[in-house]
Nanobody, 122 residues
Framework: QVQLVESGGGLVQAGGSLRLSCAAS??????MSWFRQAPGKAREFVAG????????YYAGSVKGRSTISRDNAKNTVYLQMNSLKAEDTAVYYC?????????????????WGQGTQVTVSS
């Protein structure tokens, strides 16, 4: 059974940092990405990484402030977020694909975690 389990969310002051983790099990995954969804808004792409880690892609809203990485030995993907802003407040989801392309559309992903809340206070 495929499982993606996110952790690392929480409440942080503006300007602070958080490191999200996504532990994957029960399957073979290639590209993995982070999405987020704020109340009343659509789920949006944040960052993605290919299997080798050789290619990454970031949404403009987080580029320069966030770093996605992965440890395939641990089947875990990370999202380091720095200089957090109030507008980063959302539920953050980990998504996995059976292909090795970084898709921006959430419908192109095969598996999802349950999400972890990130709240940034201003």
């Amino acid at each position: 059974q495929v499982q993606l389990v996110e952790s690392g969310g929480g409440l942080v002051q503006a300007g602070g940092s958080l490191r999200l983790s996504c532990a994957a099990s029960g399957g073979t995954f290639y590209a993995m990405s982070w999405f987020r969804q704020a109340p009343g808004k659509a789920r949006e792409f944040v960052a993605g990484i290919t299997w080798s880690g050789g290619r990454t892609y970031y949404a403009g809203s987080v580029k320069g402030r966030s770093t996605i990485s992965r440890d395939n030995a641990k089947n875990t993907v990370y999202l380091q977020m720095n200089s957090l802003k109030a507008e980063d407040t959302a539920v953050y989801y980990c998504a996995a694909s059976r292909g090795d392309a970084i898709w921006l559309n959430p419908e192109d992903y095969d598996y999802w975690g349950q999400g972890t809340q990130v709240t940034v206070s201003s």
